[in-house]
């Protein structure tokens, strides 16, 4: 059960990091231009333009990094406690995003349509189910 769990964590997780990876490069897929996808992804007011390429890869690298924990906490012989501290780390860390996203702060931090209409149908919704997946996995690795 703990593996279906990760590997639900996991896909998420990897179809952003893929993302990130593929803005860090330069291309603006799924997204037409530049400036839609920065008002898609970032929409703080009256952004163009996607932060540097860096950020970009790093955002990758820590969201994949996410996901194979995801995955490493389903094996319950693997990491001992600091892969479970760090499980209860990523767990924390999702819950704070989705918490973020409905408060009203957020809101107007992050106005830029379309990313305020997604951030409450999908992104803050998205991060409470994985922190929620989180702390299933590592409840299950603690039984």
């Known amino acids: 059960m703990s593996m279906l769990l990760a590997a639900l964590v996991f896909i ?3 179809a ?3 993302g990130y990876a593929l803005w860090s490069v330069g291309a603006t897929w799924p997204i037409r231009n530049q400036e839609l996808l920065a008002k898609t992804v970032v929409g703080t007011p009256g ?7 860096w950020t970009s890869l790093l955002a990758a ?3 994949l990094g996410a996901g194979i924990t995801a995955l490493s906490l389903a094996d319950h012989d693997s990491g001992g406690t600091w ?5 209860i780390v990523c767990a924390a860390a999702f819950l704070a995003r989705g918490w973020a996203g409905y408060r009203p702060e957020w809101r107007r931090r992050y106005s830029e349509m379309p990313f305020a209409d997604l951030d ?3 992104y803050s919704p998205g991060a409470l189910a994985i922190g929620l997946g989180f702390v299933a996995l590592v409840i299950m690795r603690l039984l």
Request: without cysteine; hydrophobic residues 55%; charged residues 15%.
């Open 61 to 63: 690298i820590l969201t």
């Open 120 to 122: 409450r149908r999908v």
């Open 12 to 14: 998420p997780l990897l």
């Open 16 to 18: 952003v990091a893929m």
């Open 47 to 53: 952004i163009t333009r996607m932060p540097s390429r």
């Open 83 to 87: 892969l479970t501290l760090l499980g």
